[in-house]
């Protein structure tokens, strides 16, 4: 591991009193761990604070091309000291943003999905930008690791805040993998011929390529801030009320004497945010019906209320059932699971 970025009066006082050694390493790490739980905390979802969101995106791109700029030519003049805080202070500024959108993706999140592997991505960096001496021996040592850092939060806090005003989930994130690697365009000046030009060139090529890799992962991505509020199985839906709810479990002769079931779900958004969305029924994990509902509209607390019935259940009709709740693009929102006992 390495010792913290200030090696100055800190360091030499730790050296003179073996006690504040653990402090020295660990102290930053412990307190800016602590800040970021209360900034958890405090925001929650963090979906009213789209502002602090855009805020922070732009000081820390800011602070990352002045980086990339003026490093060389800092350390050249022993301005190591000057080089650190602001690498410090990317990192700070890395580890708030992932504590703001971390609830809404945990949220959004389909636990037994597929999407579960980004949401461990977003708490993985979390993590790591709040554990000094991780990051920085992780992190910091290689330069292509900073900017693939770089890129990932910018992507992840972005995606999050574009869905806040109201783009769908899958524009958002495209969008946001193509401005997070055109982001990169400052650092990548310095791995060519130092011109402009090139450097753009090559941060355009890698943007499409980025969002390409959306395309084909989207499945992964989870479709914040959109979020399953509520989801029953029930014998009929009648004025957007679930009738008979079933409770988790169902006899397969009451499915039958109901002539089938229906899927009541309501997916929360924000104002403004308008969205297609599906049900996709499975039976022991084959699909076997996609139906098309009504697209969300966002700004219900409780969530916009939907439901879909189906009266062709394959028999036998005992099994496990589950409803995927899904975007048009292909995005997991939410699952309902059921079981029609024999």
């Given at each position: ?25 660990w102290?930053?790490?412990v307190?800016s761990?602590?800040l ?28 990352f091309?002045?980086?990339a ?5 800092l ?23 992932l ?5 809404a993706?945990?949220?959004?999140a ?13 708490a ?7 554990i ?36 769908r ?15 990169l ?9 130092g ?34 509020a ?27 004497d ?85």
């Amino acid at each position: 591991m390495t010792e913290p970025w200030f090696p100055g009066w800190w360091s030499r006082l730790a050296t003179g009193l073996p006690g504040l050694r653990p402090l020295s390493r660990w102290g930053v790490s412990v307190g800016s761990l602590a800040l970021g739980l209360l900034t958890l905390f405090v925001f929650r979802r963090g979906l009213p604070h789209v502002g602090w969101i855009v805020g922070y995106l732009l000081l820390v791109w800011l602070l990352f091309a002045i980086l990339a700029e003026w490093r060389a030519a800092l350390e050249e003049r022993g301005q190591r000291l000057v080089v650190s805080a602001a690498e410090y202070a990317i990192q700070t500024l890395f580890h708030n943003l992932l504590l703001f959108v971390l609830p809404a993706y945990y949220a959004s999140a389909t636990l037994t999905s597929r999407n579960v592997v980004f949401l461990a991505g977003v708490a993985a960096a979390a993590l790591l930008t709040a554990i000094d001496p991780w990051y920085r021996q992780l992190v910091h040592p290689r330069p292509w690791r900073q900017r693939a850092f770089f890129g990932w939060s910018i992507f992840v806090a972005l995606d999050a805040a574009l869905g806040l005003v109201g783009m769908r989930p899958f524009r958002a994130a495209e969008i946001s993998a193509a401005l997070a690697a055109l982001a990169l365009a400052p650092a990548l000046r310095h791995t060519g011929d130092g011109r402009w030009w090139g450097a753009v060139a090559r941060a355009g090529a890698l943007a499409a390529a980025a969002a390409a890799l959306i395309w084909f992962a989207r499945a992964f991505v989870p479709p914040a801030p959109l979020f399953l509020a509520r989801a029953v199985a029930a014998r009929a839906v009648v004025e957007l009320t679930p009738i008979d709810v079933v409770p988790g479990t169902v006899p397969a002769a009451t499915v039958a004497d109901w002539g089938g079931l229906a899927a009541y779900t309501a997916v929360a958004a924000p104002s403004g945010l308008s969205q297609s969305i599906e049900h996709v029924w499975s039976k022991d994990g084959v699909p076997f019906a996609r139906i098309p509902l009504a697209p969300v509209r966002g700004g219900r607390a409780e969530g916009f209320r939907t439901f879909s019935t189906t009266r062709n259940l394959p028999p036998p009709l005992a099994g496990r059932y589950t409803v995927d709740v899904v975007t048009t693009a292909g995005q997991l929102i939410g699952r309902l699971r059921f079981t029609v006992t024999p």
